[in-house]
């Protein structure tokens, strides 16, 4: 059953990659978001069932690799390809999906990472540049439309991102698992991180701002609230 659901994340991601191609990346996200689920749902299934299996581990890196590797960095190149018509800068976001391998052959090899990450998690950059493209896809004349025709953007975001995901900083995972107590750092910090998500949409939908933004604040608040942690712990 879990690999099953893990398939559903693939197949997901996949899917997304042929709507990207075709122009569609509103529709690639609402997929991306589906994989998502799926990512968040295998765990949950292999815990319930005690499930745990070699191939089950190798699947869902392979099935992350595509869904918030491969299409997230697609989406990005279609959006940098059509807002500046610059084919050579339209390539530097698809470093996203040679970084997100790294970052999932690093975790798969890491067993410190059992509780929480080291380096940004895939899935949590894809949700960034994913909401990211979404937004502008269904908002074109918005301010932030012209961003990715900036090469400087296209250049440090990318670099950011990367560097996030192959870096040595805590960060928490967002997954609550048996034997984290209620009164433990990594706990606070996951109740701190739903009530930042409760925020962020009582703020949009008050202001009248389109749901994606959400999702994209959200997870650059996660960013800086681990960057925060990391330098008041040193």
């Given amino acids: ?75 990005m190149h279609g959006l940098v390809r059509e807002s500046c018509g610059c084919h050579v800068l339209s390539f530097v976001p698809l470093l996203l999906a040679v970084f997100s391998a790294l970052r999932l052959a690093k975790f798969n090899i890491d067993e410190s990472q059992t509780e929480n990450f080291m380096g940004l998690a895939t899935p949590a950059c894809a949700m960034i540049t994913g909401s990211f493209t979404y937004y502008i896809s269904v908002y074109p004349q918005s301010l932030m439309a012209g ?47 739903i009530g930042v998500f409760c925020v962020c949409s009582v703020l949009v939908a008050l202001l009248g701002l389109n749901w994606s933004l959400v999702i994209l604040l959200t997870f650059i608040i996660y960013v800086i609230m681990n960057l925060i942690n990391l330098l008041s712990t040193k």
């Fill in 1 to 75: 059953m879990p690999n099953t659901i893990t398939s559903m994340n693939l197949l997901c991601g996949a899917i997304g990659v042929i709507y990207t191609f075709e122009g569609r990346p509103d529709i690639a996200f609402m997929l991306m978001l589906a994989a998502a689920l799926c990512d968040f749902c295998d765990g949950l299934c292999a815990r319930m069932l005690n499930a745990f299996s070699p191939i089950g581990k190798e699947l869902d890196s392979l099935a992350d690799l595509v869904s918030f590797g491969i299409l997230p960095a697609m989406m």
């Fill in 147 to 193: 961003w990715p025709s900036n090469p400087f953007f296209i250049i440090f975001s990318t670099a950011i991102l990367c560097a996030l995901m192959v870096s040595r900083i805590p960060m928490f995972s967002m997954k609550f698992k048996k034997g984290v107590k209620a009164g433990s750092p990594q706990y606070k910090m996951r109740i701190a991180f």
